[in-house]
């Protein structure tokens, strides 16, 4: 079973809308976790850490649940450019390698 | 300046050439990990360095070897190309005691 799962999408949302993923992560000990965005063809960039009990930045909000064991992206007021894939990312317990997820691709259209 | 680079960004080689790929960052990270990225697979992570004297192995590293030249430097050596490594290659660093990770640019890798 993958570590880290997501719906690969596509979410194709009008802007203005507000858009929300999950993601599941099956390693009960991982301590950290991360959303990345990568847009086409690009490097992946952290977009947010996601400590115990979520934080905000700006149109962004990540929650963590650990007894469900996952973790959400909100995305208020959609943006063209914020059109682009995001990564779920978990840590693994004691090391400092990271699980990536396959994506969730986002289309924000006019 | 980019903080993490990649050298060379595209390139196209033949089944059972020797390539290098490059990475060297400013960030002054002590770890540094190469990974590759494929269509449907997402990111999987080949060798993992924690210092100039420390390498390990990761999920994929069959078919696949690095060097440490420096705290800046990581290179991934592919010792026999095979098309199934067709993929997009990204290097990354992290600091001592923190998960985030920072990416370069990324290399498009073409075995044919």
């Known amino acids: 079973r993958k570590e880290v799962e997501q719906d690969p999408g596509p979410f194709n949302v009008p802007e203005g809308a507000t858009v929300a993923f999950n993601c599941t992560y099956s390693?009960?000990?991982?301590?950290?976790f991360f959303w990345y965005r990568q847009d086409c063809r690009k490097e992946p960039k952290l977009l947010m850490s996601v400590y115990s009990s979520g934080n905000e930045d700006g149109r962004f909000t990540a929650q963590l649940n650990r007894a469900s064991q996952y973790i959400s992206l909100l995305i208020r007021d959609s943006k063209l450019s914020d059109s682009a894939t995001y990564l779920c990312v978990g840590s693994g317990a004691g090391s400092y390698q990271l699980t990536f997820g396959k994506g969730t691709k986002l289309s924000v259209i006019p | 300046d980019a903080d993490v680079t990649q050298t060379p960004r595209n390139r196209i080689t033949k089944t059972g050439k020797r390539i290098m790929l490059e990475c060297s960052q400013t960030?002054?990270?002590?770890?540094m990990y190469w990974y590759r990225q494929d269509p449907g697979l997402g990111l999987r992570l080949i060798y993992y360095s924690f210092d100039v004297k420390d390498i390990n192995k990761g999920e994929i590293s069959d078919g696949y070897s690095v060097s440490r030249q420096a705290q800046a430097k990581f290179s991934l050596s592919l010792e026999s190309a095979i098309p199934n490594q067709t993929a997009l290659y990204f290097c990354a660093t992290s600091a001592d005691s923190t998960y985030e990770q920072y990416f370069g640019p990324g290399t498009r890798l073409t075995v044919t």
């Open positions: 390693n009960s000990a991982s301590q950290s």
């Open positions: 960030k002054g990270h002590d770890r």
